[in-house]
């Protein structure tokens, strides 16, 4: 196992693999930029390498400075965490070459992955279901009106070095097809440098379910869970779950596999996402791989008992996974909402500055991933999103009950910030009933936001609470483990004898423990 290694990343993601390396007896090199000199991850980790300027072209994207802290520092391999150098084959070239391990695939994978229209024609030689189009860049507008007459409209065209929302256009008759695609090409290739584009049919409100996947360097690949990522706003994740309520045991086993044959096919290691289009009707179509892990990994942590950050390292050593597909069980519900510093109320405005006062949750079911602190100011320069707050119960009703909970407990002054939004998510009727789809939160926020959060507060919960004491699990997941000893009726199942070894009891004792009838 590595004794040391760096962390090329910030924030939450930083502490979060600062914590795994703890656990595992590896010391931490954090690095920083000027405006993270006070930053929560350079204070936690073992050492700290000044990188420069807050522009992350000078700090954190700057492949040469983060290479030289690795070897002034000593460190024997590099954590990316997610966004900035994470999906970047050109740095994890650089890293191999420099002989640092980089902890994630390899560059030929991700540069498998970087193209839509490359991952689509070795996808499609895997045999894996992808919505209905071209897997090459389209030659002509003649060529793209015969697509689209033979797969019907409305149609979405796509850049092939787009992705995650960008370099996308939907058309929904051939008249405007051949100038929508002239607007696209030369939008892809200001944006990308690359004026590739393919078409699609459009998925009418889909929803936005992905494959959390692992392989090691033995050829082993598994699957994890799913997780439900619908909830978005302008391609920005705000709130993700684990399982997705929409997806059966049938179903999770055929995208698990699906996601499976992707990750084997393009020679996967590490922690991996394969992103699914769903239908209303439950077909599911590959959209994407992401070669990183996610923001969300910690909902999947929840309902697996798998620490993903510590897999990720010791796959990176060259250990083999050490679990089988059959290992895995689901067990409970996880939801991630992502707190960002900015304002709800003016269109979501970033709202940097100092955290003047900072009151968190805790309690049964509560985890907190989170980069920020008291008198922490909280900088311009990079993407504000602060805590992660997830909350893990028996079952999804039980853990909005507390997400809600939780949210009353937290008070964050001297920014703005977005719980506010999370108050109307987890109120509104068709996201407690899991009817979500990637147009969800359009529409929420479409509707006039009534109420503030006093009124938030005195909305009766009880009707929600009998809920769960009625709830069975879901089809091919069990029970959650005792959290903190808690567990509902429906879980609890009859309850045992009473020990008769005479061991004393402590005073107020009548029954047996609410932590120890666990019916399982
Ligand atoms: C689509 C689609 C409907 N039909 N493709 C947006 C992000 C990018 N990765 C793919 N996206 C979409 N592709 C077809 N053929 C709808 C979306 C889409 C979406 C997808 C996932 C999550 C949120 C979304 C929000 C709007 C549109």
Redesign the pocket.
Known sequence: MFKRILIANRGEIAVRVIRACREMGIESVAVYSDVDRRALHVRKADFAEYLGPAQASESYLNIPKILEAARRSGAEAIHPGYGFLSENAKFARACREAGIVFIGPAPESMEMMGSKTKARQNMKKAGVPF?PGTDTGLKSAEEALAVAEKIGYPV?LKASAG???KG?RMVTNSKELASALETTQSEAQRAFGDSEVYI????ES?R?VEMQIFGDTHGNVIYLAEREC?V?RR?QKVLEEAPCSFVDPDMRRRMGEVAVQVGKAANYVNAGTV?F?VDAQKNFYF??MNTRLQVEHPVTEMVTGIDLVQLQLRVAAGEPLGIKQEDIVLRGHAIELRVYAEDPDNNFFPSPGRITRLISPSGPGIRRDSGMYEGWVVPIDYEPLLPKLIAYGEYRTQVIIRLRRALVEYFIGGIKCNISLFRRILLNPDFQAGRVD?GFLDRLLKEPAHGDARTARRVPIVALAAAIFAQQPPPGTQPARSIDGLHSAAARGPLPEPAESGEAKPSGWKTAARSEGVGR
């Open positions: 919505v979405m992705g995650g929302g996308m699609e049919k459009f998925i889909p936005h619908s978005q391609h992103e289009l959209l994407e990637t």
